[in-house]
């Protein structure tokens, strides 16, 4: 047994100390309570009979009504073996070194054999907003992928990080070492730690979701970075002429690789920096409207409240 797989085996299941569950008709959902750590990992629970597994794996079997739900952001790391990741009735097969991030809220059920030797890390929603708040004030894509646990929105996303390279696979056996070890500081270490893999993970998604070429990829860039240095003033007429190209042009240009047109892009990137300031709690609902761009409060609350449901005084009121 090497040395990692030895610190792996130091991680004990989890208890009942931290966690709350809350049962419904379809599912049930693991709350974690203030008391909850801002890191905690813990091993695969079980493993299921592989007449079982091969029957889900052929799609023999609904597991509908095993899926539960997570109040925090969920890391699935499968060190050996594989791993069926069922997700809003969706099924990822995870095999060795495979790695998935999951947003706060979404269903999923999971099953491995006795082979198999999976990791489930859970990172609390405050640390991983701490985190990359100071990244999504620069950049739309992340802005966009983290939206769903910004804005409560109905949308959940996942990244699913397949064959880690071995700069990931590091951090991991890092990450897990300081949290089985507990040397001084170690609650620091695992946050730094984490910072990296989470920014490594959303870069890879990005690229993934850009879908551009090396070639492309400074163009679109330097094209998206101008927005969020601009956004509060900028249309579409002006971003063409500072980049040279025609409106239609620019705006197919954007709408191929970020999937919105201009108007949507600018819209929501104006209103997802809305509610990152109402969560920092530190300006006026009419100081943050002029802030991000809008001429008169009231054009604001109505665009904030088709995106988010809410006015931006309730959605102020609940982060409190």
Request: with cysteine; hydrophobic share 40%.
């Amino acid at each position: 047994m090497s040395q990692f797989e030895t610190m792996l085996s130091a991680i004990i299941a989890c208890t009942d100390e931290f966690s709350q569950i809350i049962k419904t008709k379809n599912h049930f959902e693991i709350i974690f309570t203030e008391k909850y750590p801002d890191i905690q990992i813990y091993p695969a629970g079980p493993p299921c009979p592989k007449e079982f597994y091969d029957k889900v794996l052929s799609n023999g079997i609904n597991l509908a009504d095993q899926a539960h739900s997570h109040n925090c952001f969920l890391l699935i790391y499968v060190y050996q073996g594989t791993n069926i990741e069922i997700i809003e009735q969706e099924k990822y097969i995870m095999t060795d070194k495979d790695l998935m991030l999951i947003t706060p809220g979404i269903q999923h059920c999971n099953l491995y054999t006795d082979q198999s030797k999976v990791f489930f890390i859970h990172l609390a929603p405050q640390l991983v907003y701490q985190i990359l708040l100071p990244a999504l004030a620069d950049d739309i894509m992340l802005a966009d992928f983290f939206a769903s646990f910004l804005n409560d929105s109905q949308t959940k996303q996942i990244i699913l990080f397949e064959k880690c390279i071995d700069s990931v696979s590091m951090l991991l056996e890092h990450i897990i070492e300081e949290f089985v070890q507990k040397q001084i500081a170690y609650k620091s270490s695992l946050r730094y730690l984490v910072s990296l893999l989470l920014l490594r993970l959303i870069r890879h998604n990005t690229r993934t979701k850009l879908n551009i070429s090396a070639v492309g990829e400074k163009q679109i860039q330097d094209i998206l970075k101008y927005i969020t240095m601009n956004y509060r003033e900028l249309s579409l007429e002006k971003l063409s002429n500072h980049f040279h190209y025609r409106p239609s042009y620019l705006s197919a240009l954007i709408k191929k690789h970020t999937g919105k047109n201009y108007s949507k892009l600018i819209s929501d990137y104006k209103l997802e920096q809305a509610a990152l300031y109402l969560k920092q709690n530190f300006l006026s609902i009419n100081e943050i409207s002029h802030i991000c761009g809008y001429q008169d409060a009231s054009s604001f609350y109505k665009a904030f409240k088709k995106k988010f449901g809410c006015t931006p005084r309730k959605y102020w009121l609940f982060q409190i």
